[in-house]
């Protein structure tokens, strides 16, 4: 484990828990059909896989589906309109932020979520002191294609290799590990329906605060 020269971070369920919105998006839908709410505890795993995931998870819509991508644009839509109506920060993620800075180690995020997203986002978290924010559709790949790890590694003017990736997906570390960089799974995020153990992440992690820890030790041994 080399001392990171950066470190960068997805955004919804690893910086933020985002899934009160997105679900309440999807309930919005559902009661505009006359159908009753899924449970939030239902959603919450799928907030990390995007429109794609919740709305396979509140209506059973794939893809492939024909109607499928209406409804995209008919949650994303929905969701802009309350994009952080009961969004915060997870605990001790400013705390994670503030000690990063004290040791004046540059971080930013890279997430798949659209940049009218990310934008509107970001600065109501608070975390407009990121030193890039690199969003789904900055580069022509999103995650678990690394271009935009090395895109945010390009912005900062620091190798890939010399970087840490915190995700919890399964597609941030895949997109890490071919970016070079070192993985960091965040077992306190969303995760999906598998359990991090299994995605080959160099590390995982279950508080942010044990990520400040490692960091520390390093910078300070």
Excluded at 17 to 42: G, K
Excluded at 131 to 137: A, E, K, L, V, Y
Excluded at 152 to 162: G, T
Aim: aromatic share 8%.
């Amino acid at each position: 484990m080399q001392i990171p020269k950066a470190i960068l971070f997805d955004l919804d369920g690893t910086l933020a828990d985002t899934a009160p919105d997105l679900a309440a998006a999807i309930n919005v839908m559902r009661r505009n059909r006359d159908l009753p709410p899924t449970p939030y505890e239902h959603l919450r795993p799928y907030a990390s896989a995007g429109a794609r995931g919740l709305i396979g998870a509140g209506f059973n819509i794939r893809p492939e589906d024909p109607e499928y991508e209406a409804m995209r644009i008919e949650f994303l839509n929905h969701y802009a309109s309350a994009i952080a109506d009961q969004s915060t920060l997870f605990d001790d993620v400013p705390h994670l932020l503030n000690g990063l800075d004290a040791l004046q180690l540059p971080w930013g995020i890279v997430t798949n979520k659209a940049m009218r997203f990310t934008d509107a986002l970001v600065p109501l978290l608070d975390l407009k002191q990121a030193r890039c924010i690199i969003s789904g559709d900055t580069t022509p790949h999103s995650k678990p294609h690394p271009a935009p790890l090395f895109e945010a590694a390009k912005q900062l003017a620091i190798a890939a290799e010399h970087c840490w990736y915190v995700g919890d997906d399964l597609r941030d570390i895949q997109a890490a590990k071919a970016a070079g960089m070192y993985s960091i799974a965040a077992a306190w995020g969303y995760c999906g329906a598998t359990e991090p153990t299994h995605w080959n992440a160099d590390l995982v992690l279950y508080s942010p605060l044990e990520l400040l820890e490692i960091v520390r030790s390093k910078h300070l041994a």
